[in-house]
Nanobody, 119 residues
Framework: QVQLVESGGGLVQTGGSLRLSCAAS????????MGWYRQAATKQRELVVT???????NYGDSVRGRATINRDLFKFTADLVLNDLKAEDSGVYYC?????????????WGQGTQVTVSS
């Protein structure tokens, strides 16, 4: 089992930036994937960005060029920075962890943190 604790979020301005942090604990393998997804009201959960322990990045199309993920592989943390915020970036952001780099195995989720982008 892996537990995830998120921090950050809240109300942010259009055109501004947000920073979210996530810390993982529990049974963690050396090869893993950690990152962020989000879900807007009435929409399906979608990928924001993930990064494997080997450094492979995977971005959602809607945030490509605006999202950055920083991982500390020893502290098991992942920070998301999303720039040039738009109203459509609003939603609940979820931290995700998986004990593999190839998509195998269970996905673990944080409880989610609300982000609202408003002018």
């Amino acid at each position: 089992q892996v537990q995830l604790v998120e921090s950050g979020g809240g109300l942010v301005q259009t055109g501004g930036s947000l920073r979210l942090s996530c810390a993982a604990s529990g049974t963690i393998q050396a090869r893993n994937t950690m990152g962020w997804y989000r879900q807007a009201a009435t929409k399906q959960r979608e990928l924001v960005v993930t990064r494997t322990s080997g450094g492979w990045l995977n971005y959602g199309d809607s945030v490509r060029g605006r999202a950055t993920i920083n991982r500390d592989l020893f502290k098991f943390t992942a920070d998301l920075v999303l720039n040039d915020l738009k109203a459509e970036d609003s939603g609940v952001y979820y931290c995700m962890f998986r004990n593999s780099e190839d998509g195998a195995g269970d996905m673990y989720w944080g409880q989610g943190t609300q982000v609202t982008v408003s002018s």
